[in-house]
């Protein structure tokens, strides 16, 4: 029997023809265990913004554009029930069979899904990026003086401490990858042989992106809460994913793994991979390692070192798989030319 405080749940379940013998409330949905098979109701506030994003990956998912789990529309047609302040939407219950600590096998499915992503909801048309290169030279003028101000006060301590010290050993490195992505960024947007702005691609960025917004099911794998989902330039959205791994990931990273995966979904050209590695020389990870340290209370020495190192050894691999990448790319164009002449 299902308890009588399941009576609102019942009430919305009503608009789907559901009518559960069990509902368990989980971290973030309610499993509903119908005749009719398994669910998941989801309860959340949502913007009418981020209901029209549902929406959209709605249509893409109907029409097998992108794997996602997305609402499931009530006998009335809809797909967001709003009611008392609150909106809720249902969608199918997928039984996990990776946990979700396991963060290899997340991440080398979530940069699968990322690139088809990407790929299959591409522009094809390009859009002029001057602004975004403007903005992204404020960004690493913005990250220098973070990095210079945190350099700063531990200057001024008789005796850095053990953090401070770790920082200190790759401040030489870090500032000269930001000074390189400034100089970069300051040049703008790459132009073509008529001077034209080469522009660049736009596609469906899901918005949050990590390992916990994938499910997996055996040999199934769908992107899940996708209310910030958004179309822009989806090379920000690569790179942010790629900056996510290396702060979150212990272990060894399987970079030139991840890269292959999501680059045969989603091929970049010449001028985004550059633009990749450039916005990958000033990631936003060590100013919040930085804030967070300077705003404790009680200084976690141990665990801000073992964070910093994590994100230093990852973030070093990534940037030498992501450099041998272009290289090679490079090889293989330039021994292209010469055939294309003949």
């Given at each position: 029997m299902v308890a009588e405080t399941d009576v609102v749940l019942n009430r919305l379940l009503f608009q789907y023809d559901l009518y559960p013998y069990r509902i368990t409330p989980f971290e973030r949905v309610y499993k509903i265990e119908t005749d009719r098979g398994l669910f998941a109701l989801k309860k959340k506030k949502l913007t009418v913004h981020q209901i029209e994003h549902l929406?959209?990956?709605?249509?893409?998912?109907?029409?097998?554009?992108?794997?996602?789990?997305?609402?499931?529309?009530?006998?009335?047609?809809?797909?967001?029930?709003?009611?008392?302040g609150e909106t809720c939407y249902l969608m199918p219950w997928i039984e996990e069979t990776v946990p979700v600590t396991d963060l290899k096998e997340r991440y080398r499915m979530l940069f699968i899904k990322a690139g088809?992503?990407?790929?299959?909801?591409?522009?094809?048309?390009?859009?002029?990026?001057?602004?975004?290169?403007?903005?992204?030279?404020q960004i690493a003028m913005a990250r220098k003086q973070e990095w210079e101000g945190f350099l700063n006060v531990a200057e001024h301590h008789v005796y850095p401490s053990p953090f401070e010290q770790v920082v200190f050993?790759?401040?030489?490195?870090?500032l000269s990858h930001i000074q390189q992505?400034?100089?970069?960024?300051?040049?703008?947007?790459?132009?073509?042989?008529?001077?034209?702005?080469?522009?660049?691609?736009?596609?469906?960025?899901?918005?949050?992106?990590?390992?916990?917004h994938l499910l997996i099911e055996r040999e199934r794998c769908l992107l899940v809460n996708l209310e910030e989902c958004?179309?822009?330039?989806?090379?920000?959205?690569?790179?942010?994913?790629?900056?996510?791994?290396?702060?979150?990931?212990?272990?060894?990273?399987?970079?030139?793994?991840?890269?292959?995966?999501?680059?045969?979904?989603?091929?970049?050209?010449?001028?985004?991979g550059i633009f990749?590695?450039?916005l990958m020389l000033c990631p936003k990870a060590p100013s919040l390692f930085f804030n967070s340290y300077l705003t404790e209370k009680k200084k976690d020495e141990p665990g801000s070192i073992?964070?910093?190192?994590?994100?230093?050894?990852?973030?070093?691999?990534?940037?030498?798989?992501?450099?041998?990448?272009l290289e090679k790319e490079k090889k293989q164009a330039e021994a292209a030319s010469p055939k294309e002449a003949e």
């Open positions: 929406k959209v990956t709605y249509q893409l998912s109907q029409n097998l554009v992108i794997d996602a789990v997305t609402p499931l529309p009530s006998k009335y047609g809809d797909l967001v029930i709003s009611g008392d088809q992503m990407h790929r299959a909801t591409m522009r094809r048309d390009t859009q002029n990026s001057d602004d975004l290169y403007a903005q992204l030279t050993d790759s401040a030489g490195i870090r992505a400034m100089t970069f960024f300051s040049r703008g947007e790459p132009k073509d042989e008529e001077g034209k702005g080469i522009g660049m691609r736009r596609a469906l960025c899901h918005g949050r992106l990590n390992p916990r958004r179309e822009d330039f989806f090379i920000l959205e690569t790179a942010s994913l790629m900056e996510q791994a290396c702060v979150m990931y212990n272990g060894a990273p399987q970079w030139e793994k991840w890269l292959h995966d999501y680059l045969t979904a989603c091929p970049l050209r010449e001028e985004e990749l590695f450039h073992r964070k910093w190192m994590r994100f230093s050894r990852n973030h070093k691999l990534m940037l030498s798989s992501l450099w041998s990448w």
